[in-house]
Nanobody, 124 residues
Framework: VQLVESGGGLVRAGGSLRLSCAVSGRTFVRYLGWFRQAPGKEREFVAAIRWDSGHTYYADSVKGRFTISRDNAKNTGYLQMNSLKPDDTAVYYC???????????????????WGQGTQVTVSS
């Protein structure tokens, strides 16, 4: 499974960005997740989606502002980010796994496949 992210950039506080994660190779995945890592901080869970059902899960810090989705026909996942804050500044990574179970979807060590990351910078 290969993952390629796109869509990062520089935006002012209150603005929006949409990240994309194209999935190729063995395209069946059970969960697609988004994580982020700010300088000097650990990688943290942002959101996840169960690929077959579309069920979604969010970190409390982004609930109500971010929306995760997927397009089965395009084998692509998305993270729509609205009302961005300077604290959202980080490198964002998409991750996927073919066997992960729900209890572990917030744990980055449980994902086998990762994209290269895309920088999101929110200015105040």
């Amino acid at each position: 499974v290969q993952l390629v992210e796109s869509g990062g950039g520089l935006v002012r506080a209150g603005g929006s960005l949409r990240l994309s994660c194209a999935v190729s190779g063995r395209t069946f995945v059970r969960y697609l997740g988004w994580f982020r890592q700010a300088p000097g901080k650990e990688r943290e869970f942002v959101a996840a989606i169960r690929w077959d059902s579309g069920h979604t899960y969010y970190a409390d810090s982004v609930k109500g502002r971010f929306t995760i989705s997927r397009d089965n026909a395009k084998n692509t996942g998305y993270l729509q980010m609205n009302s961005l804050k300077p604290d959202d500044t980080a490198v964002y990574y998409c991750a996927a796994d073919r066997t992960i179970i729900y209890s572990y979807i917030q744990n980055p060590t449980q994902y086998d496949y990762w994209g290269q990351g895309t920088q999101v910078t929110v200015s105040s």
